[in-house]
């Protein structure tokens, strides 16, 4: 790699103040390019023929005392990675950084809408303003619901209970606010998990998809989930190189820049393991001298990833 002696903490330090997060943020535009293309025909599990994203954001916590700038609260700092990721390969198709502060659903403000793409997301995100936003750019949205919300009934649907399904509404929002801000109909699905016995509500503006397929596709964002986790504890954004926001920024996006490579690297080399499995890999064997598609595909690694989302058993099925 052409590294002959020991490289210390200061020089990668400097090395991130100095050059421009941006020379990194431009570079990962160029593979999400690639990326995205080699994996456009991988199948989904929901045999959709639509592109579906999932939309979240990790907060990177941060020393106070070394990150002033990035203040939360009076013994905090951070700063958030706003994701939205391409679930055919679990491609992060877009990606923005922000203070702690920053309120999950206003990056939706600067997200580009895809004509006829899914969004996937939480309740943090389901504000009316944001999502009539992707209603008019002819996307179609499915958000789990507040609590509380003030919808009024118009149809109920027939659904088959014993697969979960509580109900298959059209509503209408009747707040002063959320009427303005939605005026149009929407659709509320009510799902109890069959083991635990909790109850779910997510809404859409998609009424043609079948009432399972909807819970289903909410059930596939813990993907995203498993992304933020492996790219924080396998490619090292828990510990900064450099202070400033430039610093910050410069590793964030070399930790995107890293997931992305592995991932055009596997479609190439036409590998089959997933793609967290191959991060695993190359994190115990970066410098073995080995042919990389040996390594990748050698019979001595097994996968550790199991989906941990806390949501996975709520939705099995």
Same mark, same amino acid.
């Given at each position: 790699?052409?590294?002959?002696?020991?490289?210390?903490?200061?020089?990668?330090?400097?090395?991130?103040?100095?050059?421009?997060? %941006?020379?990194?943020?431009?570079?990962?535009?160029?593979?999400?390019?690639?990326?995205?293309?080699?994996?456009?025909? #991988?199948?989904?599990?929901?045999?959709?023929?639509?592109?579906?994203?999932?939309? #979240?954001?990790?907060?990177?916590?941060?020393?106070?005392?070394?990150?002033?700038?990035?203040?939360?609260?009076?013994?905090?700092?951070?700063?958030?990675?706003?994701?939205?990721?391409?679930?055919?390969?679990?491609?992060?198709?877009?990606?923005?950084?922000?203070?702690?502060?920053?309120?999950?659903?206003?990056?939706?403000?600067?997200?580009?809408?895809?004509?006829?793409?899914?969004?996937?997301?939480?309740?943090?995100?389901?504000?009316?303003?944001?999502?009539?936003?992707?209603?008019?750019?002819?996307?179609?949205?499915?958000?789990?619901?507040?609590?509380?919300?003030?919808?009024? %009934?118009?149809?109920?649907?027939?659904?088959?209970?014993?697969?979960?399904?509580?109900?298959?509404?059209?509503?209408?929002?009747?707040?002063?606010?959320?009427?303005?801000?939605?005026?149009?109909?929407?659709?509320?699905?009510?799902?109890? #998990?069959?083991?635990?016995?909790? %109850?779910?509500?997510?809404?859409?503006?998609? +009424?043609?998809?079948?009432?399972?397929?909807?819970?289903?596709?909410?059930?596939?964002?813990?993907?995203?989930? =498993?992304?933020?986790?492996?790219?924080?504890?396998?490619?090292?954004?828990?510990?900064?190189?450099?202070?400033?926001?430039?610093?910050?920024?410069?590793?964030?996006?070399?930790?995107?820049?890293?997931?992305?490579?592995?991932?055009?690297? %596997?479609?190439? =080399?036409?590998?089959?393991?997933?793609?967290?499995?191959?991060?695993?890999?190359?994190?115990?064997?970066? +410098?073995?001298?080995?042919?990389?598609?040996?390594?990748?595909?050698?019979?001595?690694?097994?996968?550790?990833?199991?989906?941990?989302?806390?949501?996975?058993?709520?939705? #099995?099925?």
């Amino acid at each position: 790699m052409g590294i002959r002696g020991t490289v210390s903490r200061s020089t990668l330090a400097d090395a991130n103040e100095r050059r421009n997060w %941006r020379i990194y943020a431009d570079y990962a535009q160029v593979l999400i390019t690639e990326a995205r293309r080699l994996y456009a025909g #991988d199948p989904l599990d929901l045999h959709l023929k639509q592109t579906v994203y999932a939309l #979240d954001s990790s907060t990177i916590e941060l020393c106070l005392a070394l990150f002033p700038w990035a203040r939360v609260e009076q013994a905090g700092a951070s700063v958030k990675l706003h994701t939205l990721l391409d679930l055919r390969g679990s491609i992060p198709a877009f990606a923005h950084v922000s203070g702690g502060r920053f309120s999950d659903v206003n990056v939706l403000d600067a997200l580009p809408v895809e004509p006829g793409a899914i969004y996937v997301m939480d309740r943090a995100y389901s504000s009316f303003k944001h999502l009539y936003r992707l209603q008019e750019g002819k996307a179609t949205f499915v958000v789990r619901a507040k609590k509380r919300l003030r919808l009024r %009934r118009i149809y109920s649907h027939p659904v088959d209970r014993s697969t979960g399904l509580v109900c298959d509404q059209t509503v209408v929002p009747v707040g002063v606010q959320t009427s303005i801000h939605y005026p149009i109909k929407l659709r509320r699905i009510r799902y109890t #998990d069959l083991t635990t016995k909790r %109850r779910y509500a997510f809404l859409t503006n998609d +009424f043609s998809l079948p009432a399972l397929t909807i819970t289903r596709l909410y059930r596939a964002r813990w993907r995203i989930e =498993l992304f933020f986790k492996w790219i924080k504890q396998h490619l090292r954004i828990k510990i900064f190189y450099g202070r400033s926001p430039n610093a910050v920024q410069t590793q964030i996006w070399i930790a995107i820049c890293a997931y992305l490579l592995v991932a055009i690297v %596997r479609k190439r =080399l036409g590998i089959n393991r997933d793609l967290y499995t191959l991060l695993q890999i190359l994190s115990v064997s970066l +410098f073995e001298k080995t042919q990389l598609v040996l390594t990748l595909s050698s019979p001595d690694y097994k996968s550790s990833t199991k989906a941990g989302c806390n949501q996975l058993p709520l939705f #099995d099925l």
